[in-house]
């Protein structure tokens, strides 16, 4: 049985870091494209970050407002994803998911396949 679990989240001061990991079981990650999301209460979910699949595209794509801060990554030999983020501001407070989606690319906009139960990230002083 899929199943991804994130981890990682936590309470950080405006300018910290945190790394969110995302561990997939059941499957091996390297032909599955990655993402990162968050939402917010209230609002709706967006994308953060995806890296392409490892015989695919691996180019990474990243929402505007977390460029240069954020880095997503992949193992697949631990079959795990990173989502390591910096500079951190109230405004990166949300629930962060990974998902996976069985193509070799990756985009910020199409639907992915499986999810995670999301790891709650939170920025305050």
């Known amino acids: 049985q899929l199943q991804l679990v994130e981890s990682g989240g936590g309470l950080v001061q405006p300018g910290g870091s945190l790394r969110l990991s995302c561990v997939l079981s059941g499957r091996t990650l390297d032909r599955y494209a990655i993402g990162w999301f968050r939402q917010v209460p209230g609002k709706e979910r967006e994308a953060v970050a995806c890296?392409?699949?490892?015989?695919?595209?691996?180019?990474?794509r990243y929402k505007d407002s977390v460029k240069g801060r954020f880095t997503i990554s992949r193992d697949n030999a631990r079959n795990t994803a990173y989502l390591q983020m910096n500079s951190l501001n109230t405004e990166d407070t949300a629930t962060y998911y990974c998902?996976?989606?069985?193509?070799?690319?990756?985009?910020?906009?199409?639907?992915?396949?499986?999810w995670g139960q999301g790891t709650q990230v939170t920025v305050s002083s």
């Open positions: 998902a996976i989606e069985d193509r070799s690319s990756c985009s910020l906009t199409r639907a992915y396949d499986y």
């Open positions: 890296i392409g699949a490892a015989d695919g595209d691996r180019m990474l």
